[in-house]
């Protein structure tokens, strides 16, 4: 069944299987880089950035910085049920990770997963996946980068190029449509951006002191012996 999008609704994030690898100074492969991919659901309006691994600070980072290139904020993001983000994955009541729920409270979005097996949840982003693998990705597979800076400076001018190739059945590319139809429909962003944070389930001990990361931090007396 054929989707529909609607103007400023969905954004949808996934990561590319394909990888990028980060040199060192005597040319050895020392990591690769993880590729974290949005696209918004009317436009298709793509943005892609190498991250050094797709832990929970680097998931919700990218979706920091995926934002601010947009300089708006959708109705809802569609992730594809991520262990980093979705704690249990559900087709009608998914669990979310604590501090992605609170990133997504913080610029006023809605997160709901695509259900698990089912791709079409999330058509648009394999498809994006697909045009950056095939018109950025593989574009770069001769170069060799040494810093994830440098990876990001080379995929910017590649992915602004794709954004902006016309369609080949409609009038338009991605960008004329993100500015004509997704951007007037999206919220602004807040005046702060979300800044990361964990959190840790402790239990304040009888010297009224709680141990996070080998720092000890006092509380209020009352509080010993609860669980924080």
Same mark, same amino acid.
């Given at each position: 069944m054929r989707q529909r999008h609607y103007a400023g609704e969905k954004l949808?994030?996934?990561?590319?299987?394909? !990888?990028?690898?980060?040199?060192?100074? !005597?040319?050895?492969?020392?990591?690769?880089?993880?590729?974290?991919?949005?696209?918004?659901?009317?436009?298709g309006y793509a943005y892609a950035e190498p991250t050094r691994t797709a832990s929970l600070p680097d998931w919700l980072g990218s979706h920091v910085r995926m934002l601010e290139f947009y300089s708006c904020a959708p109705t809802i993001l569609v992730p594809d049920n991520p262990c980093v983000g979705v704690t249990k994955a559900d087709r009608y009541e998914p669990e979310?990770?604590?501090?992605?729920?609170?990133?997504?409270?913080h610029y006023g979005v809605a997160v709901i997963p695509a259900r698990p097996? #089912?791709? #079409?949840?999330?058509?648009?982003?394999?498809? /994006?996946?697909?045009?950056?693998?095939?018109?950025?990705?593989? #574009?770069?597979?001769?170069? #060799?980068?040494?810093?994830?800076?440098?990876?990001?400076?080379?995929?910017?001018?590649?992915?602004?190029?794709?954004?902006?190739?016309?369609?080949?059945k409609l009038p338009g590319s991605r960008r004329s449509v993100f500015e004509a139809l997704d951007h007037p429909a999206?919220?602004?962003?807040?005046? /702060?951006?979300?800044?990361?944070?964990?959190?840790?389930?402790?239990?304040?001990?009888?010297?009224?002191?709680?141990d996070v990361d080998r720092h000890y931090y006092s509380v209020p007396?009352?509080?010993?012996?609860?669980e924080l």
């Open positions: 949808f994030v996934d990561y590319a299987e394909r !990888t990028g690898p980060i040199y060192g100074a !005597t040319c050895e492969e020392v990591y690769r880089a993880s590729i974290f991919i949005g696209a918004l659901g009317a436009s979310l990770q604590r501090s992605y729920e609170e990133m997504a409270a097996f #089912r791709p #079409r949840d999330k058509s648009r982003a394999e498809l /994006t996946v697909l045009l950056v693998c095939r018109w950025v990705l593989a #574009r770069l597979r001769h170069q #060799r980068f040494f810093s994830l800076e440098e990876l990001n400076a080379a995929i910017r001018p590649l992915l602004i190029e794709l954004n902006e190739r016309p369609f080949q999206m919220r602004p962003l807040p005046a /702060t951006p979300y800044v990361y944070a964990e959190w840790k389930r402790v239990r304040a001990a009888f010297d009224y002191h709680v007396h009352a509080l010993v012996g609860q």
